[in-house]
């Protein structure tokens, strides 16, 4: 048994300790906001939050999240950046099949709540996450649209 | 004044046999009988539901992927039925006769980008039926004769006595009258929505993870598998030598011998993946082919250069290219290549299926023909087609990856797994399985010859597209016409409108090996034949000592839509200038332009680049398309964009590699695709000539890898005749 908080709620998770918190969520807590695209921390789909910062949650045990705050795009509107991120996606209309983007919009909160004014360098070193979709050039209009917000 | 339907005119396909949209450019436009769009469309009840509170569902034969094509037929039934599209919810239709509308009525699918304007005219339709339904129903209930009566969005109004009635308090009433068999239509004049920029529906959903896609979905009781397919294709599970040790793992339920792969079942996928990581599998050619141990991509190309010159099928032919090839003062040949392409959609396959125990079957797969998925699902469960309940969730990317492509989709182990348990499973692929059974763009190959006169004028024009298209793999030689000619193959060859006094096109069919499963990827044939015509295109200007540009607007019709589209592209872009030239930024730059016609649209693109440390930098992008006419000119900007994207992405660095006949791209870090690092600036301008409407899901695709190569020659003198260009050391360093 291993206590994970989640989106502010500690959760009692049963399951061995080497499994990716990617799993954990998805399957034992039911937020599949969190998506699953390449298990090898290529693709970004499946980013959340670990104590604010961006991780990969195909990469990271359930055993490294434990004791740590862990935030999913399930409660990004609850995160003050979040919240403005989200409004900017959608007034730039940056999702296209929308797979990628909740790992993307956590990304880019991750980014924005460290660095509010990101140069196009500091962007690009943060958003390395794939988009087959292609909406880069919108995601890029949003995050310069969601930092001039803050 | 409201105008009757007319018939719509379109790039129609060959028959029901046919059931994928490959545009067959060359052939004209004809108009297709309206018989069906207008049966379909009256069947108001089968589509459209409007709620009480005003709230509008609306079934869609066609599926979401990011195309933007549920907020499209939400836009166009608005405009007739006077809503607000911001009403609609859009959810994919089950299987069934009342959304085919495709092939005169007898096939669905969501593909060769033909969504729109397949059904345009039919949703239009569709929204004015229940438009007059509704108006019926509110002029029976007022007692006034239903002339006097107007609609603004979502209500009846009857002016006279200031009597309005939302939508949602007719719709009971008008559900039960007989849909009126002619219906007026908008004039285009009188359109408020169709052609503006609105928004797409899904939008904030998409941006904060609430979407449920196939592989989300959560059925009571279910168990998760993970399946291993055979390292190579064709051969099957003999046995799992350590099945009792995987058995006995943490959550396993059990393990199963599939055709050609196993499967570990367990409570949770991670828990089966980790099992299934472990198995020891004996694998044996029990049954059909398997492939061979040494088959690479090289050696499939080294089969289809072996059969250059072999005499080819009549694709297209004008004039007498033999005598005109002899006669010319010179002849300049090439040879072109492009590699096996992977979707690489971010979600990987995967299928739920649930028997029930009324003996029916509920599947969830993510596909773009509900319709044969159905059938192939009754098949593999020994059911009829009305037995299965057919899901189709919303598509994390498509790109022609979910057709009926047999081995390449997850539904039928599903079944199988499903049938073995007792239980609901869903599988999932790893993105090792999905990249490691795909069905891949083929590795393709064209040889060109032109004959130039004396005065540098192209006199004949030679082109041959070698090998085998998703359209033989998948329906048959018997489908391809007679002479046999695989449009999937061939199309970009094919359908160009550059005028030549002599021209041949043909096909020389060479099979690819059956363990390498084929698809159609975005763009099909044009993927890469637009990038081989339109860089020979170049080399003939180079030989003749024209300017690129200038050689393509001289073999065009003048006037025409396509010197529009030159001339757009060329304004966009600040006037044409090929360079190289010096950007403010220092760095050395040139420019290449490329024309294509794919799916009923023209594309003219400019790109703009630079080299830096052996690579290709690619900073702009201008594209203008025309697709005849637009319903949403926001969605057709941002699918030129996604197309364009995906485009380059392949031109840079995609190949499918293979070792041992074994793939050996198996993840994102051996697949490169392209990310935010690489992207360009994309401008599109939208032209509408008013022509039949064309497609916009994929045409901004093909223009993009010819006109960047062709830039790259401008700036190096380097002609790349091979894809991708990280095959190439770009530039002089």
């Known amino acids: 048994m291993v206590e994970l908080n989640v989106n502010g709620t500690v959760q009692r998770v049963e399951a061995e300790a080497d499994t990716p918190l990617l799993w954990i969520l998805r399957e034992q807590l039911g937020l599949t906001g969190t998506k699953y695209g390449c298990g090898i921390a290529q693709c970004g789909a499946c980013t959340v939050l670990l104590d604010g910062e961006a991780v990969r949650a195909c990469s990271i045990t359930l055993e490294a999240a434990a004791g740590r705050r862990v935030t999913t795009i399930e409660a990004i509107e609850e995160h003050p950046v979040g919240r403005r991120v989200v409004a900017a996606w959608v007034a730039e209309q940056a999702p296209q099949c929308g797979y990628c983007q909740s790992g993307q919009v956590m990304a880019a909160t991750a980014l924005l709540a460290a660095t509010p004014r990101p140069t196009p360098e500091q962007v690009e070193a943060a958003m390395t996450n794939i988009c087959r979709c292609g909406t880069y050039n919108a995601i890029g209009r949003a995050i310069a649209a969601a930092a001039e917000a803050g | ?733």
Not at chain 2, 137 to 150: C, D, E, K
Not at chain 2, 317 to 322: F, H, L, V
Not at chain 2, 347 to 358: G, I, L
Request: glycine content about 10%; overall charge neutral.
């Open chain 2, 1 to 733: 004044m409201r105008q009757r339907p007319a018939n719509l005119s379109r790039r129609g396909l060959l028959g029901a046999g046919l059931v994928l949209g490959i545009a067959l450019p060359g052939r004209a436009p004809r108009a297709q009988g309206a018989g069906a769009t207008q049966r379909r469309a009256t069947r108001v009840g089968a589509y459209l539901r409007i709620a009480p509170d005003g709230a509008i569902h609306l079934q869609n034969p066609f599926i979401e992927g990011g195309q933007g094509i549920d907020s499209a037929v939400a836009q166009i039934v608005a405009e007739e039925l006077d809503a607000d599209p911001a009403r609609f919810t859009v959810t994919c239709a089950p299987p069934g006769e009342d959304f085919r509308l495709q092939a005169g009525g007898h096939a669905r699918y969501t593909g060769g980008s033909s969504s729109v304007r397949s059904s345009y005219l039919h949703f239009r339709t569709l929204g004015a039926t229940a438009r007059a339904m509704l108006v019926e129903a509110a002029a029976a209930r007022l007692g006034v004769p239903a002339a006097s009566l107007a609609t603004e969005p979502g209500r009846v109004v009857h002016a006279a006595s200031g009597r309005a009635i939302p939508y949602g308090e007719l719709a009971t009433a008008a559900a039960a009258l007989t849909p009126p068999a002619e219906v007026p239509l908008r004039e285009a004049s009188a359109f408020r929505l169709i052609g503006q920029p609105l928004p797409r529906l899904g939008v904030r959903a998409r941006a904060t993870g609430r979407v449920t896609y196939a592989i989300d979905v959560k059925v009571e009781g279910m168990l998760l598998a993970a399946v291993l397919h055979a390292p190579r294709a064709g051969a099957q599970p003999a046995a799992v030598t350590n099945e009792a040790t995987l058995r006995a793992l943490p959550g396993v339920h059990s393990v199963h011998r599939l055709p050609g792969a196993i499967a570990v079942v367990a409570d949770t996928w991670w828990r089966a993946k980790r099992a299934i990581d472990q198995a020891q599998v004996a694998w044996a050619a029990l049954q059909g082919p398997i492939m061979d141990g040494d088959f690479t991509a090289s050696a499939m190309l080294g089969r289809l250069k072996a059969a250059a010159g072999t005499p080819g099928n009549t694709a297209e032919e004008a004039g007498d290219i033999r005598t005109a090839l002899a006669g010319a003062a010179r002849v300049i040949e090439a040879e072109y290549d492009a590699p096996y392409l992977a979707h690489a959609q971010l979600e990987p396959a995967s299928s739920t299926a649930r028997f029930n125990a009324d003996g029916t079957l509920d599947l969830w797969v993510p596909n773009q023909a509900p319709d044969q998925f159905q059938a192939s699902a009754a098949r593999a469960a020994q059911l009829d087609p009305a037995q299965v309940r057919l899901n189709s969730p919303p598509l994390g990317g498509f790109f022609g990856r979910h057709f009926a492509y047999g081995t390449a989709n997850a539904h039928l182990q599903a079944i199988q797994l499903a049938k073995a348990t007792g239980k609901p499973v869903k599988v999932i692929w790893s993105r090792e399985e999905e990249f490691a059974r795909d069905a891949y763009r083929p590795l393709a190959f064209a040889t060109f010859r032109a004959g130039l006169d004396a005065r540098g004028e192209v006199v004949a024009f030679q082109a041959a597209g070698y090998g085998e298209g998703p359209m033989t793999r998948h329906f048959g030689a018997a489908a391809l016409g007679t002479p046999p000619v695989d449009g999937s193959i061939m199309e970009g060859l094919t359908g160009k409108p550059y005028r030549f006094p002599a021209k041949r096109v043909e096909f020389v069919p060479v099979p690819h090996p059956p363990g390498v499963n084929l698809g159609f990827w975005r763009s099909v044939g044009h993927s890469m034949n637009d990038f081989f015509l339109e860089c020979f295109l170049d080399e003939v200007a180079e030989a003749v000592g024209k300017d690129p540009f200038a050689l393509r607007a001289a073999l065009l019709p003048d006037p025409g839509r396509h010197r529009a589209l030159l001339d757009a592209v060329a304004a966009m872009s600040g006037g044409w200038s090929r360079g190289p030239y010096d950007a403010p930024d220092g760095t050395r730059r040139a420019r290449g332009v490329a024309l294509a016609s794919p799916f009923g649209s023209e594309v003219a693109t400019i790109a703009e680049v630079s080299a830096r440390d052996g690579e290709v930098v690619v900073h702009d992008l201008w594209i203008a398309i025309d697709p005849g006419s637009a319903v949403n000119p926001r969605t057709i900007a941002e699918q030129v964009e996604s197309a364009a994207a995906i485009g380059l992405s392949a031109a840079l660095a995609e190949e499918v590699q293979f070792e041992r006949g074994e793939v050996a791209t198996r993840n994102f870090d051996t697949y490169p695709v392209l990310r935010r690092d690489r992207m360009p600036r994309i401008h599109v301008r939208v032209v509408e000539s008013g022509a039949p409407m064309g497609g916009i899901g994929e045409p901004g695709t093909p223009g993009v890898p010819p006109s960047v190569a062709n830039a790259v020659f401008a700036l190096t003198g380097q002609r790349i005749r091979s894809l991708p260009f990280s095959r190439t050391r770009i530039g002089a360093g």
